[in-house]
């Protein structure tokens, strides 16, 4: 039954009650002093409550054992390994089962221990200590601050350690110290025990095996700020004990971390928690994975993942992992937690998924969209062919057309001057030379009529052809020099050229060089070479006339325009270049010619 009576109660005592007729009266019967209460769960944590805290203890952090300076002496002794644990002024011998075999306090400081010729030596401030399953004193002296197999350490420099207990020693026996404090490079000792190296610094003790970070021994487990000064580790009955100028302190299950006894990983596609990752996600914007891990340890809990066996990367496991935007892709993401620095007491747990893009992101779309416009492109490109094969079409047919034309004005040309040469033989009364050139004219006309129907003539008929209207030339205007030379490379029988093309050029030599030479009583020469050049068929035609002053008076040669109109159609039509070249022979100045050079595509030999 509620009472103001009993809002006044301490909790810090306890209280009696008597039953009257009002009621139960409190009575004090005495103070509580149930602090500290402690608490051990199944993990071996301990929760020490106080009257004003509660301190959590977990089973993996130091035990401190003493809080004055420290070090230990691992020794064996017939056969069994002991373990001499300074504390201060104290020695504990344990042996290698944790058992306790001697407890014993010194006066002043403990200097060294070290097997001597007179057994197990401590040397002390108070004198010189044989263990014998038990501390006997065997004298004292000169304090031995360290032993050096035969010799010691003291504060007159170093002397045999026999000298030293008979007292049979003189000041010159004492050499100088040569002992030198062995450093390390950011650290500030180094001990080992079996595979297992533990180096201190100022971040605490690193676990290390063959130069492999197994975990780290810190100030999260308890163990006070490490400064610089001697320090020693010893594995008793799997506790770990580390002497420190600050204390000795043990560790459980040889100085290992707690390990995380649950892990559950919490993923989350595009900030919305879910139970499983599905195997196909399409185009998510993130994907994150927290981790939630159980674990009775001070020790921080290290994580690390991968993407398809990528390296590790290392994350901060109080938040999530998150891939932002992951490409399309199978993807396989390995996760693990662990309290140790080689993850070595866990297993990775995997998530494999594959992403997809948006339809309109997907490969095979793009592809067939790529597919569609190529054959669009394919069939605009092909009806565009089509036209321009027809305009090409057209185009050679007018160009052929007027290629005919041009050669029909070739024959016109050259029939005027036939007809003048045979006038000119009746106008002089010379019958018979008339008849004989009407008779060669009706020769060349009918050749010149046969190649007047084909594109293309071989080189040999050609030939023959210009032959034949060197024969008339000499008839009318009389006997002059005519030499031709051809390349013994060249099969005149497989080589076409267009016809018509070396009589007109022939004929403005005879008409412009020849035949003035020939009026002026001077002899008339023409030459004529037909050779190969980079793969074109190369004519040059000479004569020993007055050459060409100005290029421009070759355009009044009607013969010579028609012709380089041929070739500019020819050039467009074939889509070759056909040449025409005209200068002068000079010598020293002078002139003594004209050369006509004929670059023509090589046909017939490919």
């Known amino acids: 039954q509620h009472s103001k009576r009993f809002e006044k109660f301490s909790r810090s005592s306890i209280y009696g009650f008597q039953e009257v007729d009002t009621g139960l009266i409190p009575l004090l019967s005495g103070e509580l002093n149930a602090y500290p209460i402690v608490v051990t769960n199944e993990f071996g944590t301990k929760y020490i409550v106080n009257e004003e805290s509660l301190r959590v203890k977990f089973s993996d952090a130091a035990i401190a054992m003493s809080p004055l300076p420290s070090g230990i002496w691992r020794m064996i002794l017939d056969g069994q390994r002991l373990n001499f644990l300074r504390m201060g002024s104290e020695l504990v011998v344990l042996n290698d089962l944790g058992e306790e075999l001697d407890r014993q306090h010194f006066q002043g400081l403990l200097f060294d221990l070290a097997p001597t010729e007179y057994g197990l030596v401590l040397s002390a401030e108070s004198g010189y200590y044989q263990w014998n399953n038990g501390w006997k004193k065997i004298g004292s002296g000169l304090p031995i601050f360290a032993f050096d197999g035969k010799m010691a350490r003291t504060p007159l420099g170093s002397i045999e350690v026999n ?16 002992y030198k404090r062995e450093e390390y490079e950011s650290a500030y000792d180094v001990d080992s025990i079996g595979t297992l190296t533990y180096t201190f610094s100022s971040t605490g003790v690193a676990v290390q095996s063959n130069n492999d970070l197994l975990y780290t021994i810190d100030s999260h487990r308890e163990l006070p700020d490490l400064r610089p000064g001697n320090y020693d580790v010893a594995l008793i009955a799997e506790q770990l004990f580390v002497a420190t100028p600050s204390g000795m302190y043990i560790f459980e299950n040889g100085g290992q971390p707690n390990l995380p006894y649950q892990t559950k990983f919490k993923p989350s596609i595009d900030g919305i928690p ?59 993401l390995q996760l693990q937690v662990d309290s140790r620095s080689d993850f070595a007491s866990s297993e990775p747990t995997s998530y494999t998924f594959t992403v997809h893009a948006i339809w309109y992101k997907r490969t095979g779309t793009w592809v067939g969209v790529i597919v569609f416009l190529a054959a669009l492109i394919v069939l605009w490109q092909r009806k565009e062919r089509l036209r321009a094969n027809e305009r090409l079409e057209l185009q050679e047919r007018l160009a052929e057309a007027e290629l005919q034309s041009k050669r029909g004005q070739m024959n016109p040309h050259f029939l005027f001057n036939a007809l003048d040469a045979i006038s000119n033989f009746i106008f002089k009364n010379q019958p018979k030379d008339a008849v004989l050139y009407m008779g060669k004219l009706a020769k060349l006309m009918r050749l010149t009529l046969e190649s007047s129907r084909s594109k293309e003539m071989v080189l040999a008929d050609e030939i023959d052809l210009l032959g034949k209207y060197v024969d008339l030339c000499m008839l009318r205007y009389g006997q002059f020099k005519w030499q031709l030379t051809i390349d013994d490379a060249l099969d005149q029988y497989e080589i076409t050229v267009p016809p018509m093309l070396l009589q007109p050029l022939v004929e403005n030599a005879v008409q412009h060089a020849v035949r003035p030479n020939l009026a002026s009583n001077k002899p008339g020469e023409i030459t004529t070479n037909i050779s190969l050049r980079d793969n074109q068929l190369l004519i040059v035609i000479e004569d020993n006339g007055p050459g060409i002053e100005h290029p421009e008076q070759t355009s009044k040669s009607h013969g010579l325009a028609i012709l380089k109109e041929r070739l500019e159609l020819l050039s467009k039509k074939n889509a070759q ?21 004929l670059i023509l595509p090589l046909k017939g030999m490919e």
Not at 288 to 309: C, H, K, M, Q
Not at 577 to 597: H, K, M, P
Request: aromatic share 12%; hydrophobic share 40%; charged share 15%.
């Open 274 to 332: 879910t139970e499983l990752i599905p195997h196909r996600i399409t185009a998510p914007n993130s994907l994150s994975f927290a981790a939630d891990v159980e674990v009775e340890s001070n020790t921080p809990i290290l994580g690390r993942y991968r993407v398809n066996d990528a390296t590790w990367e290392y994350w901060d496991v109080n938040g999530p992992i998150l891939l932002e935007y992951p490409a399309p892709g199978n993807y396989t």
């Open 163 to 178: 000298k030293l207990f008979t007292g049979n020693w003189s000041s010159t026996d004492f050499s100088a110290l040569a």
């Open 577 to 597: 270049a056909y040449d025409l070249q005209l200068v002068s022979i000079e010598n020293s100045g002078s002139i003594f010619g004209t050369r006509v050079s």
